[in-house]
């Protein structure tokens, strides 16, 4: 893991406070693709809280200079991504452009905003990674002009093997700075899980396609 195992269980823990993250094992949610989900994440939430955006920017910020220090310009994805990769350019004094999920159908039909030349190098922000087809789309938008994505890193990752492939066939390296077994562990430390809860929650990882059937 990139991030250090205190920052996955800060950043966790401040997931679990500003209720970013729902935890319901016994009625779980349901995905648009149909899957069965215990957990639901939405990281847009991090946006109104200072002192967990700044966590979030500045752990970024600390990866980025430790392991990618050739990184020269910083890509949001679009939406979530795009407030946090301000952030983190801005703290690392970096070029910082978006990709969007599809070109345009008008003006320069353009999917991505702002600057990335051919040879750059480009660290691409994304708030989640679940199965992990948007993220890779945006890493390979960025290849499509030239320019080499060093890394996705992401503030909360599912861990499912799904995306762990799709980014190991595709050769983009791939991290974040929290995920599911961190939350796991502060969960139930807290209280927020029971012990008896633990076991089906991590069946959900292994096995999403058969939760809650």
């Known amino acids: 893991m990139t991030a250090s195992n205190t920052i996955a269980a800060q950043i966790a823990a401040s997931l679990l406070k500003i209720r970013a993250v729902a935890l319901r094992p016994q009625q779980p949610f349901t995905w648009t693709s149909g899957i069965k989900s215990p957990i639901y994440c939405d990281n847009r939430l991090t946006m109104s809280f200072p002192e967990v955006r700044e966590l979030i920017a500045e752990s970024f910020a600390t990866v980025i200079r430790e392991q990618y220090p050739e990184t020269q310009v910083i890509a949001g994805t679009a939406t979530a991504g795009i407030p946090h990769a301000a952030w983190v350019a801005q703290k690392l004094n970096l070029p910082m452009a ?116």
Do not use: C
Request: glycine content about 8%; charged content about 20%; hydrophobic content about 40%.
């Open 98 to 213: 978006y990709v969007r999920d599809k070109a345009k159908g008008h003006g320069k039909e353009n999917q991505i905003e702002g600057v990335i030349q051919p040879g750059n190098k480009v660290i691409v922000i994304e708030d989640l990674i679940s199965t992990g087809g948007s993220s890779l789309k945006a890493a390979q938008a960025v290849q499509a002009v030239g320019a080499e994505p060093l890394a996705v890193l992401a503030i909360f990752s599912y861990q499912l093997d799904r995306a762990v492939e799709a980014f190991a066939e595709a050769g983009i390296p791939l991290d974040s700075l929290s995920n599911y077994t961190a939350l796991m562990e502060v969960a139930l430390q807290e209280g927020t899980i029971q012990e008896n809860e633990l076991e089906l929650l991590q069946s959900w990882r292994k096995d999403p396609s058969s939760y809650g059937n």
